[in-house]
Nanobody, 120 residues
Framework: QVQVVESGGGLVQSGGSLRLSCTAS????????MNWYRQAPGKQRDLVAM???????NYADSVEGRFTISRDNAKNTVYLQMNSLKPEDTAVYYC??????????????WGQGTQVTVSS
């Protein structure tokens, strides 16, 4: 079994910063991409940032220049540093990991989500 657990959410004022962490654990061969999504109330879940196993990153236009995704492959952990936060960044943030479980099986695993609230 593979588990994905996020941490680091909370309440912050507009302009502030937060750092989210996400760790995958269990039995698997390797992790390919690791991703951060977010879902605001009444809206669809959107991709915020993704990072490949080699460290190539991509961002949604809405967070480009404010958020930074990074990962520690030795710890199977991905981070999302969020700076200059805005009220519209308020959402539940989800981590997903694209995992090669065995040579014949690949799956995407999701965390339970962590709430980020930015007050104006």
């Amino acid at each position: 079994q593979v588990q994905v657990v996020e941490s680091g959410g909370g309440l912050v004022q507009s302009g502030g910063s937060l750092r989210l962490s996400c760790t995958a654990s269990g039995r698997f061969l390797r992790i390919n991409a690791m991703n951060w999504y977010r879902q605001a109330p009444g809206k669809q879940r959107d991709l915020v940032a993704m990072i490949t196993s080699s460290g190539s990153a991509n961002y949604a236009d809405s967070v480009e220049g404010r958020f930074t995704i990074s990962r520690d492959n030795a710890k199977n952990t991905v981070y999302l540093q969020m700076n200059s936060l805005k009220p519209e960044d308020t959402a539940v943030y989800y981590c997903s990991a694209d995992v090669v479980v065995t040579l014949l099986r690949r799956d995407t695993y999701w965390g339970q989500g962590t709430q980020v609230t930015v007050s104006s």
